[in-house]
């Protein structure tokens, strides 16, 4: 490896863990357990982890076909852009989205409406907004390693007699089986730490739609370092996830 990289490569690894080291050094640890086991804390905690499992799973169900299509199908750049299009908008910009989508005077709330079902400002809308901004990371990782692998062992399997669903299941899961894993890793961080599409189209009600995120700010307005305290309990949630599930599906 050329020693020049070092350097930014250190510099890199500062940007991010000296703001984590910061907020370690300003969390009081003498009422550090008062804090994160307050009831604000352990029910935003463990509402966020329920959400995030099961935007995770909807993003496995929806994303894992739709990255195969985009892998498989030629001429889709403009539903590529579409499906990746919530990387780079601002989370409360797609939670207006969703919220004109779902709301009561949305082009779907209409019908939901009509039919007794209200969707925003409740605890499906917090998993449609995890959904929403994780879904993409899960597309972008799994469409990397099916272009990766390439179509010549489906190709291969196909020519022996494989139906497609045997190819599917027997070929093409196997080959990307550790980037499933790493992008559900991927999802499910990002689904736990979402803010901006969850206020924006969930709000925030104890214990309903007011994940750890969402503790976070509003502990930040009314008692700093509660905020501080439960902000480095979502950093080693985050990282203890990332840490213990990811090796495993290398």
Known sequence: MPGVLWVPAVLGLGLVALPVLGLVVRTDLGEFPEHVSSPGAVSALWLSVRTAGVATVLCLVLGGPLAVVLARVRGLRVVRALVLLPLVLPPVVGGLALLYLLGRSGLAGEVLDAAGIRVPYTTAAVVLAQTFVAMPFLVVGLEGALRTAGARYEAVAATLGARPWTVFRRVTVPLVLPALGSALVLCFARALGEFGATITFAGSLQGVTRTLPLEVYLLGETDV??????????????????????????
């Open 225 to 250: 370092d509660a905020a501080v305290s439960v902000s480095l309990l979502l950093v080693v949630v985050a990282v203890a996830v990332v840490a213990l599930v990811k090796p495993r599906t290398q």
